[in-house]
């Protein structure tokens, strides 16, 4: 899955593509037929990316709403575009470039209020400007749920995905099942700063989620600990598997 860097590196490109712009919408799989006539020929205002949703609003006043989920995909082509290859879900065509959306978990035509109200479910997303990392640290503690778990709810933290948060607790040598109630302030804001780190590294390098990170990763999809060597162990935790070393992350007290 996608991680929220992904997204907001998607709307800076739409944004350049489409913003200001007349842009041709088609359901070329038809199932989104009747939200694309909805939208067809209408001018992008703007482009905006919260967690891992992306919002495209429209002169109309409507807005495309669009998760990509586990197997969602956009693909640039530069406009005229080939027909489409696959199944393509929404074709947004612009003067420039066209993008064929495919496989989203949600793609629907939503009006600004109904935007806010799935905006106000997120957690804070450290790529937005502004993001209050306060209101994280505070969900967090509140919280007796595994700190594993935490990172992968939407609602405490916008944007994270498996692999980044397998990574931010093995650098701050923390065990995936230790509760949010026993972390302290400076950690919550310590990780807050490094995935936030990651993100706008993310951003500006524009790469698939496993080569995201300007260092090579710690522990996903590995098998030792890259620090001391001892065997990964992976669990579950939010529902997903997590690996971690047992030594370089120790079991919560
Ligand atoms: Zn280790």
Not at 28 to 53: C, I, M, N, T, W
Not at 57 to 82: C, N, T, Y
Not at 87 to 112: F, H, K, M, N, Y
Not at 155 to 164: D, E, K, L, T
Request: aromatic residues 6%; glycine residues 10%.
């Amino acid at each position: 899955m996608p991680e929220g860097h992904t997204l907001h590196r998607l709307a800076r490109d739409q944004r350049r593509d489409f913003k200001g712009h007349k842009v041709t919408l088609s359901s070329p799989q038809g199932r989104f037929a009747d939200s694309a006539r909805l939208l067809d020929q209408h001018v992008v205002e703007r482009v905006d990316a919260y967690g891992k949703h992306l919002f495209t609003r429209f002169d109309s006043g409507e807005v495309l709403h669009v998760h990509l989920g586990l197997i969602g995909k956009f693909r640039r082509q530069p406009s005229p575009p080939a027909a489409p290859v696959g199944i393509v879900s929404v074709r947004l065509e612009g003067p420039t470039a066209t993008w064929d959306l495919s496989g989203p978990t949600v793609c629907r035509v939503v009006d600004p209020p109904e935007m806010e109200r799935v905006v106000s479910t997120l957690g804070p997303d450290p790529l937005r400007r502004g993001a209050d990392p306060e209101r994280f640290i505070q969900a967090v503690q509140r919280s007796a749920k595994p700190i594993g778990a935490l990172l992968l709810d939407q609602s405490v933290i916008a944007g994270i995905g498996n692999v980044f948060r397998a990574e931010v607790l093995f650098v701050h040598g923390i065990h995936p099942s230790t509760p949010g109630t026993n972390l302290d302030r400076a950690t919550i804001l310590a990780m807050w700063d490094t995935l936030a780190g990651w993100l706008r590294d993310g951003v500006r390098r524009n790469r698939i989620v496993t080569n995201t990170l300007a260092e090579p990763l710690h522990v996903y999809h590995h098998e030792l600990c890259g620090t001391c060597g001892t065997p990964l162990v992976s669990i579950e935790v939010g529902g997903r598997r997590i690996d971690f070393c047992p030594m370089c992350q120790p079991a919560p007290l």
